[in-house]
């Protein structure tokens, strides 16, 4: 008797692997036919590694442009984080422009990068094998998200591009854009904030990508993908 | 609905509350059933307070409401299809009843309890109401409501395949979750997430739909990470030094995790045979036997006693003798816990001493110093006292063993308090045998007067033969139990009761020490306070006090105490004498 292969049986028209740089080119058009390829090859190394640097990297050159145009403006939620109680509990606070600074948020952000990843692929992982109880390597589901930095870098971009021309660092694509002389604490810009279209975007990918290596129609996939990434948000605002 | 499916419910309905009520002559089920009672009780007791006005307000009524709504719509698709009893399963679902006569006569259960549960709530908030019956009807409706749509949710989590319904039930619960939360902060402000929650820091758990570089910026971090850094050394020694530990041991343990998979050793074979030795301990636990002859079946014939004393009923004396004799395992614990007991008695008597005889005389002749030693040689006899709980548990050679040979003990040709009698010699002449080991010493040391003596040496008994009653009670109503083929092992409520009355044989004589101490004391003009040990203004008084009050105090706590264990001897005899044991009878 011939054992059968352990992936799902979704990927039976996949054509020949195509090389990274489609695949991520691939992610912005099409990527249910990325996912497909990718669950159905062996995993690669550099499937995840590669994206995952392309994001820190256009992290970082948001950063840059954040910092170029405001050292010390502070965004909206950081505007919440900033409570009086954490800011005179430490005796030794950095400047927020300095060059120490700098460093930490460029370390942060690589760092974040990668931590990132691999935790909201365990968050994937672990939505498919508790609710919808189906088994699927790990490793993918790092592919898998790894491959969304395509849609975050060029978020990233967006995002510092639309700082460069607005002249505000919390500028942001979302509907948020659209209620700036709103008070950054304001709940309602807050909500506004979270409709970013290219979270929404990402978010929608993911739930593609949950539904190929579940085997799970998308609307299933989408309902706990988006209840996380999206609805949890909002929930967390407006509970909060 | 069918009336022949209403009969049935009926006459099932009747069945199970004579049953009910049946099961109220077990001490722990009518135990329940009062602390049940007593939790309507109290609040029907304090019904007309203000805090029961709050709770009949619309917005709590709407929020119950809902609460009740959505817990029997997610209870309901909780389980696929209807639960019936085995015996519907069998006779119902083959007679010819339509499924709609089914459901009705599923649900003919969950309508009485609406209607009783309608009643008890409008009774408790009768007075803040200015309807209370048209309140019992809408609640009584209301919760039928509720179990329809929970009927109607299971029937139709049925008709679902497995998995699917497994995801949509997760679902559900998600979403009822965050309406519920959502629902309390908008009607009551409750605030179920902190309000770091929405910090860029937290924001980073929902990775790769977040801008990193604002949770990177965020003055939370910067803070975190300046702490880490070498101008506070300190704290980074103090965080670095348990890392430092955790990881050593994560690393022992790992180490050792793989040494064991590593070890090529049969498991299968010695551990079928530890397994099976432990399960004939379990057994042998639950019948009431002892564990330390588990793995022995052999002993030395003994001779036959030429006493007297042990011929008639005393033979069962005689046999708990030599099986005490036979048990080393109970003997080397009993004498080890005897050893450290007196021996931590006979050292402190020994420090206390050496101190008073460091003392000059006119100091110890005071009557502080007199009433100080007394109080504390009675103390030390006090703390040899307690000793008897714990040594009664160890010695088993009662009813606790005999259990098992009860039908044969109500063929003996004895009466029965002279047999229970003999059941609890040996345990209680174990005790006292025990509890001497740390007496005498302190007779030698504390050289009380010989009432003081007297009355210690009576005490002793006594306290050992209350306890011992107590828990043969216990024991024999276990073992009668196990005979008749029910439960196995006591119940919790059981073992509790029964430690709790190991307590309350001793109030009655408390009671009396107390008010013969009061009336006493007051005839020698004596004033009795918490501090009356201290404050001794009268010392002519005290030591009359001393000599006479006190051994007449004892002397009547001792009558009552024996009268007591009298009386529990007779209630043991008298269970004993008409415990019924046969599978037949019950």
Redesign the interface.
């Given at each position: 008797m011939i054992p059968m292969p352990a992936t799902p049986s979704s990927s039976s028209g996949v054509a020949a692997s195509s090389s990274l740089a489609a695949k991520l080119l691939d992610m912005l058009s099409s990527p249910g036919e990325v996912f497909d390829e990718v669950v159905a090859a062996p995993p690669r190394f550099a499937n995840w590694l590669v994206p995952t640097v392309l994001?820190a990297l256009a992290?970082?050159f948001?950063?840059r442009a954040?910092?170029n145009e405001g050292v010390s403006v502070v965004?909206t939620?950081?505007a919440?984080?900033?409570?009086p109680a954490?800011?005179d509990?430490?005796t030794?606070?950095?400047e927020?422009g300095s060059v120490d600074?700098q460093s930490?948020?460029?370390?942060?952000?690589c760092g974040?990068?990668f931590?990132?990843?691999f935790?909201?692929a365990f968050l994937l992982w672990f939505i498919g094998r508790?609710?919808?109880?189906t088994r699927f390597s790990y490793l993918k589901t790092v592919e898998v998200?790894a491959l969304?930095?395509s849609?975050?870098a060029l978020?990233?971009i967006v995002?510092a591009l639309l700082i460069g021309i607005s002249g505000d660092p919390a500028t942001?694509p979302a509907l948020s854009f659209f209620a700036r002389h709103l008070p950054s604490t304001n709940r309602v810009r807050?909500l506004l904030g979270t409709f970013?279209f290219f979270?929404?975007w990402?978010?929608t990918v993911?739930a593609i990508g949950l539904s190929r290596l579940s085997g799970?129609s998308f609307k299933?996939s989408a309902?706990?993908v988006f209840?996380?990434?999206?609805?949890?948000?909002l929930?967390?605002?407006?509970?909060? | 609905m069918n009336r022949a499916l209403l009969y049935l419910w009926f006459a099932l309905l009747k069945r199970r509350f004579l049953d009910f009520v049946r099961s109220l002559r077990r001490p722990t089920t009518l135990i329940a059933f009062i602390y049940v009672l007593g939790l309507l009780g109290v609040p029907f007791w304090f019904r007309h307070h203000e805090i029961f006005r709050h709770l009949v307000e619309r917005d709590i009524l709407i929020t119950g409401a809902l609460l009740m709504l959505v817990g029997s719509l997610i209870k309901g698709f909780w389980q696929r299809g209807l639960v019936f009893e085995p015996p519907d399963i069998e006779f119902v679902f083959t007679s010819p009843f339509t499924q709609r006569q089914v459901v009705c006569y599923r649900l003919l259960p969950n309508y009485l309890y609406a209607l009783v549960q309608g009643l008890v709530l409008a009774a408790l908030f009768a007075p803040h109401l200015s309807h209370p019956l048209l309140m019992a009807a809408g609640l009584t409706l209301f919760q039928i409501t509720c179990f329809h749509v929970s009927t109607a949710a299971s029937l139709y989590a049925g008709t679902l395949p497995e998995?699917r319904h497994?995801?949509l039930r997760?679902?559900m619960l998600?979403a009822a979750f965050?309406l519920t939360?959502?629902y309390f902060?908008a009607a009551w402000e409750v605030?179920?997430?902190?309000?770091?929650?929405?910090?860029?820091?937290?924001?980073?758990?929902?990775?790769?739909?977040?801008?990193?570089?604002?949770?990177?910026?965020?003055?939370?971090?910067?803070?975190w990470?300046?702490?880490l850094?070498p101008?506070?050394s300190l704290w980074l020694r103090q965080l670095l030094q348990p890392v430092l530990y955790l990881s050593a041991i994560a690393l022992a343990a790992g180490v050792s995790l793989w040494s064991l998979f590593r070890l090529k050793a049969n498991l299968f074979e010695p551990s079928l045979a530890t397994s099976s030795h432990a399960a004939e301990r379990r057994q042998r636990l639950r019948q009431g036997r002892d564990l330390a002859t588990a793995g022995k079946t052999e002993a030395h014939s003994a001779g036959l006693p030429t006493l007297s004393l042990f011929g008639g009923v005393g033979a069962i004396v005689w046999k708990n003798l030599l099986a005490a004799r036979r048990s080393h395992r109970q003997l080397l614990l009993a004498f080890i816990l005897t050893a450290l007991y007196a021996g931590s008695l006979v050292a402190l008597l020994q420090h206390i001493h050496t101190e008073l005889h460091a003392a000059s005389l006119d100091k110890l002749a005071s009557p502080e110093v007199v009433m100080g030693r007394l109080a504390f040689h009675l103390g030390l006899a006090f703390w040899v006292a307690i000793l008897a709980p714990f040594l009664q548990r160890i010695f088993p050679f009662d009813f606790r063993r005999d259990g098992r040979h009860l039908l044969d003990f109500r063929t003996l040709p004895a009466s029965p308090l002279c047999l229970v009698l003999a059941e609890v010699a040996v345990p209680v002449g174990c005790v006292l045998l025990c509890q001497a080991a740390g007496l005498v010493p302190l007779f030698l040391y504390a050289r009380f007067d010989w009432p003081i003596v007297l009355i210690l040496i009576f005490a002793y008994p006594a306290v050992a033969l209350a306890l011992n009653s107590v828990w043969n009670l216990h024991y024999l109503l276990s073992a009668t139990r196990r005979a008749a083929g029910h439960a196995q092992s006591p119940s919790v409520v059981g073992t509790l009761i029964v430690v709790v009355l190991s307590f309350l044989v001793f109030v009655p004589a408390l009671w009396t020490t107390r008010f013969l101490a009061r009336c006493l004391s007051e005839r020698a003009g004596v004033a009795l306070t918490s501090d009356g040990l201290q404050g001794l203004a009268n010392s002519d008084a005290w030591l009359k006090f001393l000599h006479t009050g006190i051994p007449l105090t004892g002397a009547g706590a001792l009558g009552v105490q024996y009268l007591v264990d009298f009386l529990l001897l007779l209630a043991l005899a008298r269970l004993f004498q008409r415990a019924e044991i046969s599978r037949e009878s019950q």
């Open positions: 994001v992290s970082l948001l950063l954040s910092s965004t939620s950081q919440v984080e900033a409570q954490t800011l509990s430490v030794v606070q950095a927020p600074s930490l948020s460029a370390l942060a952000t974040g990068a931590a990132g990843t935790w909201s508790a609710f919808l109880r998200v969304t930095g849609i975050v978020g990233a995002t942001r807050l970013n979270h929404l990402i978010i993911l799970v299933e309902f706990w209840g996380y990434w999206f609805v949890a948000r929930a967390l605002i407006l509970l909060g | 998995d497994h995801r997760c679902m998600g965050l939360a959502l902060r605030r179920f997430v902190p309000a770091f929650a929405i910090s860029p820091v937290v924001q980073l758990l929902f990775y790769p739909a977040v801008t990193l570089p604002e949770a990177a910026s965020s003055p939370a971090l910067h803070q990470a300046l702490r850094t101008t506070s």
